[in-house]
């Protein structure tokens, strides 16, 4: 079954050496004048879909909505009436024009479910999986009775064949099926892929489009061979099931070790997008083989990638952008241009025109909204669910063409088919917005989103997989503690033993201590430990967590620790014991003190600490040092108390920084107080400080500078780590963010 109408040009080359000429593929290139027309064909594709895209962003829709209809209006519905000529040369009724301008199509569709598998969270499906199964299932069977229903008592004018049955079951299965490009588009576009039910929306949106395209096969095949082959359903299921098991278990390793690969060998970006590229064809090839939908395959991908430790982020966003930019909206804009709304000026087929898009709307709407009542989702949830999984989009316009192909449709049904497609997409957007409007979501949902949103942001505390080198001392320990108080319970951690005489066993006290993260054990053996840390750290690790103990020299950061600090462009969080034991309980965190300066320093150790305030209801006291020459006034004061708004009578500077940490602190949920105090030396003022308020972890940003040979953190961090007795924490940023 050919779908997508793509077109393989074959050519009889007589001959050639030996007796029997064969027959080969024609590599010839197209001539300049098909090089021509598609280039303009193209470009003015790329302009509309784009310029109309953010024309209707300026209303208020996504861009999507511009770009379907920047087709329609290039199409033979607009332009092909205004401008026959000009329509008929950008695109013309030609076999190799039709197939260079869609192939770049459909390279944009399968892009784009790439980008949505990146976005994809399959932890929250999982635990929405009894909710999606019941949506989806609602979802189908509806409007496949619809379709049904439909295709029994339309008129025969519409049928292409004198198959009644055939063509009774093809208009149930295009009732039936969603479009996960476009629902991602849509869902992309408003900012709700994020949200509860955009995540189920693609979920059942993927399951639509499984068993849609298996019943578009099984009915082709019945449409073709007068029967259904029972073996061929039978193969197709089995295949998809063996897909998606061998996708999800090999496949995965398979992604992950090549970008292992990657990571270790600091392969170029281009080399990566290389292994990207091919791992999304050979996926989507794979869906395509089994008779389902490439899009499919590079969905699969794309959860693939995001699901792997080793991606890497500004790969992703450089398909992202390419993706955006010109695949897509060229992909949305062609569909269009397949649509001649001419026909409806035929009352017969603009009124049933109209019970399609109606049957198709109602049906599609009431299936999810049955399915989301059974599982008792919140009612503009469900309502939510039956608007999005209605938009049918491009997909749909495929599927038409297989009909017509097959016979099965005529002129009038193809248009009436395409005329549902394009205005349930269209109606999608408007309707969500209507259906949401100051609806964010329950309490669960809005906590979810917040703190998605704040770890977005972040430059330390993220979700990125976390890096603790370990000797399996209390240092070490301490070191687990403190990230597991202050990073989300869904970020990775490894812990690392290394150095001639690494073990696991070393490890094993640190992995009991972080259990519920299910740690990675690694060994990696060896006489240079910092080697070893560097080596291991290249695999994409977003921070690296070092204990470091006290003692003689204490404060002093060890040569190895120095090393992974100038050599990694990651995040490094220092943690050093306190220092009197005997005088407080170790690693208790009731009082933390973070001096604040307003730069990504001082940012990326409030993140530590609003963590562990949030986790534990830690006391933060924000502390501002202001130098005497720039005090006005009667000079600094403490201000502020657990929970109030901060005043001071210091500089504007000093409000200000205090100001915006205490927003951050609310919004992270930490308890907090705000002290500004005045001071040439600002160590000796922040290890007073620390014990003043009983501090039992003093949080510092610091940023790795170069001085000659050496590396520095700069005098305050550095004097505090020698001298203050509490828990100290310094957060060395790379050079690139200092701030």
Not at 142 to 168: C, E, K, Q
Not at 385 to 411: D, T
Request: net charge neutral; hydrophobic share 50%.
């Amino acid at each position: 079954m050919c779908k997508g109408g793509a077109v393989a040009v074959v050519g009889n080359v007589a001959g050639r050496t030996g007796t029997d000429p064969g027959t080969i593929m024609d590599l010839a290139p197209p001539n300049e004048h098909n090089v021509l027309v598609f280039l303009a064909a193209f470009g003015v594709l790329l302009v509309a879909a784009r310029g109309f895209g953010a024309l209707a962003k300026r209303f208020g829709q996504p861009a999507v909505i511009g770009e379907l209809g920047a087709g329609l209006l290039l199409g033979p519905s607009v332009l092909g009436r205004v401008a026959p000529d000009v329509e008929a040369w950008l695109f013309p009724p030609d076999a190799v024009q039709t197939a260079m301008l869609f192939t770049v199509a459909w390279l944009g569709v399968i892009f784009l479910l790439v980008v949505t598998g990146f976005e994809t969270d399959l932890g929250l499906i999982r635990r929405l999986g009894r909710a999606a199964g019941v949506v989806s299932t609602g979802s189908l069977v509806v409007p496949i009775a619809g379709g049904l229903a439909v295709g029994a008592l339309m008129p025969a004018t519409f049928l292409g064949s004198d198959d009644r049955v055939g063509f009774a079951l093809f208009m149930g299965a295009a009732l039936s099926i969603s479009s996960l490009p476009v629902i991602a588009k849509i869902l992309t576009d408003m900012g709700y892929l994020r949200r509860d039910f955009g995540q189920l929306t693609l979920a059942a949106g993927m399951a639509n489009d499984v068993v849609g395209w298996i019943a578009l096969g099984v009915i082709s095949g019945l449409v073709s061979a007068g029967a259904i082959s029972v073996s061929g359903v039978g193969l197709t299921l089995l295949g998809v099931g063996a897909f998606f098991v061998v996708a999800f278990t090999v496949g995965q390793r398979l992604v992950d070790v090549s970008f292992r690969a990657l990571r270790r060998h600091d392969a170029d970006p281009a080399m990566r997008t290389t292994v990207l590229v091919v791992l999304t064809l050979a996926a989507a090839v794979a869906t395509q083989w089994l008779g389902v939908e490439a899009v499919l395959g590079a969905f699969v991908a794309g959860i693939l990638v995001g699901r792997s430790p080793f991606r890497d982020a500004k790969i992703l966003d450089t398909i992202e952008t390419a993706t955006t930019a010109f695949l897509a909206p060229v992909f949305f804009a062609s569909a269009g241009l397949r649509v001649d709304l001419g026909q409806l000026t035929d009352p017969t087929v603009l009124v049933w025109g109209v019970v399609i898009i109606v049957v198709a709307s109602v049906t599609k709407f009431l299936g999810a909204v049955i399915g989301g009542t059974i599982v008792r989702l919140p009612g503009r949830e469900s309502t939510a669910l039956g608007i999005g999984l209605n938009a049918r989009g491009a997909l749909e316009i495929v599927i038409a063409s297989v009909g017509l192909s097959l016979g099965v449709l005529n002129g009038a049904s193809y248009t009436v088919v395409v005329l549902m497609a394009m205005a349930t997409s269209m109606m999608a957007p408007p309707l969500l917005r209507r259906a949401l409007r100051d609806w964010p979501g329950t309490d669960a949902e809005q906590a979810r989103l917040k703190r998605e949103e704040a770890l977005a942001v972040n430059l330390v505390v993220r979700t990125d997989r976390v890096l603790v080198p370990s000797r399996g001392g209390p240092q070490s320990m301490l070191a687990a503690q403190i990230l597991d108080l202050a990073w989300p319970s869904t970020t990775e951690v490894s812990v690392l033993a290394a150095g001639p005489d690494a073990d696991e066993e070393l490890l094993v006290p640190i992995a009991g201590l972080l259990g519920e993260r299910s740690p990675q054990l690694v060994v990696r053996s060896g006489d240079d430990v910092g080697q070893a840390v560097i080596a291991e750290a290249k695999l994409g690790y977003g921070a690296i967590v070092i204990g470091l103990e006290t003692g003689p020299g204490e404060g002093e950061v060890p040569g190895w620790v120095t090393e992974v600090i100038a050599r990694t462009q990651i995040p490094v969080v220092l943690v050093r014991r306190p220092r009197l034991l005997d005088r407080r309980t170790p690693w208790a965190f009731g009082r933390a003190l973070v001096p604040v300066s307003g730069g990504a320093r001082a940012r990326a150790a409030q993140e530590i600490a609003f963590g562990i305030s949030s986790a534990i209801g830690t006391d933060t006291v924000i502390a501002h040092i202001a130098p005497p020459g720039q005090v006005t006034g009667d000079g600094a004061v403490e201000s502020g108390a657990f929970g109030a708004t901060p005043t001071t009578t210091a500089t504007r500077v000093g409000e200000g920084v205090l100001g915006d940490a205490f927003l951050r602190a609310l919004s992270a949920g930490a308890r907090v107080q705000t002290i500004e105090r005045v001071s040439a030396s600002p160590a000796e003022q922040i290890v007073a400080l620390a014990r003043e308020v009983a501090a039992d972890v003093v949080i510092i940003g610091a940023t790795r500078r170069t001085v000659g040979d050496e590396q520095f953190l700069g005098a305050t961090p550095t004097e505090v780590l020698r001298h203050c007795d509490a828990t100290v924490v310094a957060v060395v940023l790379p050079e690139s963010s200092n701030g």
